[in-house]
């Protein structure tokens, strides 16, 4: 189980982020996951075979790909069924990546002892963005009570 402190290292250093299985319909979770930590400084690399462009961002067929591409990535963000996860955990560890992260209800413990065993950081079922606003402040962007009144949106969060 990741602890806070892991959690906020992992999502500070990990800028660079593969999202596995990203939606281009805007009402996917991914796509919303993906878009906001966009909007929040970190840069989206597409992993969807079937989309050439999504969130503004060439979208390529795996992450092996997208590592041949020249971009060097940090974390890769499984949003698939947990039996897809091995495969992509051995490409996680072949790109050099730091983390692999697996979204909500996706548990696979043989494809993290693997990644582990091979250096990286694993997160299981946690969604990056609920993290991410739950650790550096963003929760009223999804609509959530912050207990402030007010009309406009943050210009910036302070972390």
Known sequence: M?????????????R??????L????HRPSFFAAKYMQEHGYRIVPINPSAPEILGQRSYASVTAAAEAG????????????????????????VGAKCLWMQIGVVNEEA???ARAAGLDVVMDRCVKIEHARLFGG?????????????????????
């Open 2 to 14: 990741s602890t806070i402190h892991e959690l906020r290292r992992i999502l500070g250093t990990c």
């Open 16 to 21: 660079t982020i593969a999202v596995v299985g």
């Open 23 to 26: 939606s281009p319909q805007w």
């Open 71 to 94: 971009i060097a990535i940090d974390m890769v963000d499984c949003f698939r069924k947990s039996a897809d996860i091995p495969p992509l955990a051995d490409e996680a560890i072949a």
């Open 112 to 114: 993290a002892a693997k």
């Open 139 to 159: 929760l009223n962007w999804a609509g959530v009570n912050t207990k402030v009144i007010s009309a406009r949106r943050p210009q910036q969060l302070f972390y």
